[in-house]
């Protein structure tokens, strides 16, 4: 027993932000954001929290999949970005909600969404949970170095939401983690201990971007075929590889070295930029509600960040 998924939502908040309008706080341009990252535009919050947003994408996915905010036994959230370490998105989501079953985040930057699938999947097998909410929700743009073009252009705010069921549509997964921060760094306030002699590092997002991008890449092409491998199946066999948004270019490298066209990705970068744990589920929910997915089809969900870690997981819808 693992689940299927019953139904899914989104919210992004309404203040849009080209390229141009963020010319004006450092030196970039269109041009270079559209060929080097492929966002067009993304979605920053004006007043809203992170808890906020995750709660709109919560309602939005409960509405779609017809289960009611009571029905749910386990709330799951990720976000880097949440206003408080405690309490935390998810307790902040269930309180928004009224209701009051278990909640619990994970932790693990843009992969977190697969992660969130993985943790349910242990609480269905448990029989220990018969509806499961899952939320990524974040507000990037309180985390980010406005003086650093390498990163202002790529993030964005938004949030993700799956409402998930008892089923058998979670059928493999793959994980690898590398630990270390050289890579993406993404540090807290060190604090005013007068015992502490550390010294502070902006509470930001740092990033290699080129490891990174190598690092996506890979994880992409070896973790695809990996699960396909196991499984007996090829990529003709899925309907659709629904990527972690991260950079446009990523997933163009990513289709030539597997061999397959463009149109095999969902892509959605242009419009919403990288909003790190939401990115899948906000793609999920544009392709459900476009009606791009049928009971059956087999969907390969690649994700990769900070950690470093990289999840996949073969789902069928
Ligand atoms: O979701 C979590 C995981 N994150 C990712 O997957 C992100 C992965 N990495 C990337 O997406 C890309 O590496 C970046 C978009 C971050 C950077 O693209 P790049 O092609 O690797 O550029 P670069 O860092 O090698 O920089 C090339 C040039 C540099 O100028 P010089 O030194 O050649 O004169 C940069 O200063 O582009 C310059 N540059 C910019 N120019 C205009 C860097 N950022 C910008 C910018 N606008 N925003």
């Not at 659709?240 to 397959?260: E, G, T």
């Amino acid at each position: 027993m693992s689940f299927s998924v019953l139904g899914t939502g989104m919210y992004v908040p309404p203040n849009i932000v080209t390229n141009d309008d963020i010319s004006k706080f450092v030196d970039t341009n269109d041009e270079w954001v559209m060929q080097r990252v492929g966002v067009k535009q993304r979605h920053f919050s004006i007043n809203e929290t992170t808890d906020e947003m995750g709660y709109k994408a919560a309602l939005a996915a409960l509405e779609n999949s017809g289960v009611k905010a009571e029905e749910i036994d386990l709330i799951l959230a990720a976000s880097i970005s949440g206003e408080s370490i405690s309490p935390s998105v998810s307790c902040m989501i269930q309180n928004r909600l009224g209701v009051s079953c278990m909640t619990m985040d994970v932790s693990a930057a843009c992969a977190a969404f697969v992660f969130l699938l993985e943790t349910a999947a242990g609480f269905f097998a448990r029989g220990k949970a018969k509806k499961v909410l899952i939320v990524g929700a974040e507000r990037l743009s309180r985390i980010l170095d406005w003086e650093d073009r390498g990163t202002c252009v790529i993030f964005a705010d938004g949030a993700g939401a799956v409402v998930l069921g008892e089923g058998d549509s979670y059928i493999d997964s793959i994980f690898d983690v590398r630990g270390g921060s050289d890579v993406i760094d993404i540090p807290q306030d060190i604090g005013k201990s007068p015992f502490y002699e550390g010294t502070q590092k902006k509470p930001f997002i740092h990033m290699a971007g080129q490891e990174t991008f190598k690092f996506a890449v890979n994880a992409i092409c070896h973790d695809t075929t990996k699960i396909l491998e196991r499984q007996g199946l090829s990529f003709e066999d899925i309907q659709y590889i629904v990527p972690h948004q991260a950079n446009k270019r990523i997933i163009d490298f990513a289709s030539v070295k597997l061999k397959l066209p463009q149109e095999k990705f969902y892509v959605n970068i242009e419009r919403y930029g990288n909003t790190s744990s939401a990115s899948i589920p906000i793609a999920l929910d544009e392709m459900n509600r476009k009606g791009m997915l049928h009971k059956g089809d087999l969907l390969l969900l690649p994700a990769f960040g900070g950690g470093l870690a990289s999840a996949t997981c073969l789902l069928k819808w």
